[in-house]
């Protein structure tokens, strides 16, 4: 796996300004990103991974600090950076396909290749045969497919991934993040990805970035060496449960004593 | 993350009448859908109840014509290509009112929804200037600008505005946050933005005032007729009292009914032509 690193984070520090002064998310948060890793963003709800995303995506300024993308300072949203929201934010008025070539619609791609790359990334993601279906029609998990495609059909070097699975249940959630293996393992694109969901995170990831709460630090950087690819009968061996222990103590979950 | 943003208290109350215009229309619509099965009984019922009226009152013609001598009277109109005249008179102050109030509009309300600043500077003079009723300044208007078509136009462009104005900022603010962040992180362009996003977005919204929009506007034309007109469906109206030729008068109403509910079905093809991705949604609504 090549390591040079794709994204760099140094003292990324955001302030939202609100009617008791300020609210202070991210705390001086620096941290490299090697190309083709997959990186989750592990941490509490309501500690900033949400922001520190935005601003890596360019949506956002930071108040202080700088993000650069294969050595470019960031200073805004930039080519080759794809996002895949919290939600499957896609148009309802658009079809599978619609949605999926928005970002080749965009970029002025003629009619016929961005049918062509739409059509391979519809299968892709399988969803064959849905190109014509309303996202209304579409369940959660189908939808956030289409999500994936649409942020595939970039062709990014970096895909950003809000807590792409957080609104589904936990059984299509599973699904999802095998399928998203399948997916990575033929794109290997650098994936960084937001969860609040540690197993998720340790079957899925390289390497885990725990933030604190607000202002949210990085109090742990955990490579995950879990050989691939990975089977779903990773997550019962001991290692895996280890992996999970060590960031659920870096989370802190507060203990239940009964 | 989302940060709260700061809602302009100014606003509100736009939100507030557009939500009630909203809700009418909608009871409209439903109530509509339910009577459609019964029409032929229901209209075969109102005639009934008509003649019964004029016979049990003993009602003279020029008090409540018999719909028979309506009919005549309709047909003569018809026949001397006098009523199409007065009609074609209304039609174009209603489409001439129409063009001009929705463009001016349309615009403003998208310059409104797009900044905070310029919607708190003119949101009172908006609000005060619709607590005027309409027909206390035609006159004014026909002062200005004559008895002819100008006056007209500019009465129903007035009428209409507010209800598009409304329905457009609404339309535009309602456009989800991810989606405008979604076309930033695609580098969309502004006008891309607007073409791509806004417009599809807003656009149910618009045309529900469109469809409030469109009645309005015949409203508004004959107001403008009453006041000083020569020629015009309000006109005939105005004409037919005069000369106690009170089936002539129900020529012009239903004339103007007509034209009414014909704008208004335009609105309602031009929504099921463009809103197809949300026929299933709202079956109720737009389902007749």
Known sequence: MNHSPILSASQ???????????????????????????????GPSGSGKSTLLRVLAGLLAPSQGEVKIK???????????AMVFQNANLMPWRSVCQNIRLPLELDGVNAKDAAARSGELIELVGLGGFDDVLPQDLSGGMAQRVAIARALVQ???LLLMDEPFGSLDAI?????????????????KTVVMVTH???????????????????????????????????????????FGEFARQLREAIGGREISI | MSVPLSRSYGSDFLLTMATIAQNTSSLLYSLRQRGVALL??????????????????????????TPDLVLSRFVE???????????????????????????????????????????????????????????????????????????????????VFFPILINTIVGVRAVPADLHDLMRSLKATRWQTFWLLEVPAALP????????????AVIGAVVGEFVGADRGLGFLINVGRGEYDTALVFVAVFTLMFMAMGLYGLVVLLEWRLLGWQRRESQETINY
């Open chain 1, 12 to 42: 990324l520090s955001t302030t939202f300004q609100n009617s008791n002064g300020g609210l202070h998310v991210l705390d001086k948060i620096s941290f490299e990103i090697g190309a083709q890793q997959f990186v989750c963003v592990l």
């Open chain 1, 71 to 81: 050595g470019q300072a960031l200073t805004g949203p930039q080519n080759g950076v």
């Open chain 1, 155 to 157: 062709d990014p070097d």
């Open chain 1, 172 to 188: 299509t959630r599973d699904q999802m993040g095998g399928e998203l293996l399948k997916i990575w393992s033929v794109h290997n």
């Open chain 1, 197 to 239: 969901d540690i197993n998720e995170a340790v079957y899925l990831a390289d390497r885990v970035l725990v933030l604190s709460d607000r202002p949210a630090k990085i109090v742990l950087d955990l490579d995950i060496d879990v050989p691939r690819p990975r089977k779903e009968q990773v997550r019962y061996t001991p290692e």
């Open chain 2, 40 to 65: 032929p009984f229901t209209l075969a019922l109102f005639i009934f109840l008509w003649y019964s009226l004029v016979w049990a009152g003993d009602l003279r013609a020029f008090i409540l014509p």
């Open chain 2, 77 to 159: 109109a018809a026949g001397d290509g006098s009523l199409l005249r007065h009609t074609m008179v209304t039609l174009s102050e209603v489409l001439g009112g129409l063009v001009l109030g929705v463009s001016v509009a349309t615009l403003l309300g998208y310059l409104l929804a797009k900044s905070q600043t310029l919607e708190r500077l003119l949101s009172p003079y908006i609000v005060a200037s619709q607590s005027i009723p309409t027909v206390a300044i035609a006159p004014l208007l026909v002062i200005w600008f004559g008895p002819g078509l100008t006056s007209k136009v500019l009465i129903c462009a007035l009428i």
């Open chain 2, 205 to 216: 919204v618009f045309l529900g005032g469109l469809r409030i929009g469109a009645t309005l």
